[in-house]
């Protein structure tokens, strides 16, 4: 089964969160939520998330997978923790999926992620960085290799079932997109 961990900060965009932690789920992956520290959090928009775990407890474990919710402050919070920096290059360093949305592709940036690499981001985002060896895109969903970018709330639900695509294939993405009754 793939598993992916979904780190939870405080003043994270909780549109994207939750999207990416619901079709996850329905596409049958083993999903852990994960706060930066213990407790509740708080989203951008006052919605408050019960993580599964703490970070510290889920990174005891492997996964396949690391997708990061944007907003504001939340992407921040994750650019400022050294461990969310240190899982994204083991995760690089193993060939494994690092996937980030709206704001949140800065942390990639950070993390050396996207040197070399196209990718996409909220608007402004990663326009204010000196990332001379990434190409920026305006693409809803953005795939270079085990990089996975998106713009925003609006493209969550893309990003998600792109998602599922590269764990679980194609035919699980048509189901999982299927029952969601997408135009």
Known sequence: MASVLVPLAQGCEELEAVTIIDLLVRAGAEVVSAGLEAGPVHCSRGVTLLPDSTLDEALQRDFDMVALPGGLPGA?????????????????????????????????ASSGLLAGRRATAYPGVLERLDLPD??????????????????????????????????????????????????
């Open 76 to 108: 921040d919070h994750l650019d400022a923790d050294p461990r969310i920096h240190s899982l994204l290059k083991a995760m690089a360093a193993n060939g494994k999926y690092t996937a980030a949305i709206c704001a949140a592709p800065k942390v990639l």
């Open 134 to 183: 990434t190409t920026l895109s305006a693409e809803a969903v953005v795939i270079d290799g085990p990089v996975i970018t998106s713009r925003g709330p609006g493209t969550a639900m893309d990003f998600a079932l792109a998602l599922i695509e590269i764990l679980l294939g194609h035919d699980k993405r048509n189901e999982v997109e299927s029952a969601l009754q997408r135009p």
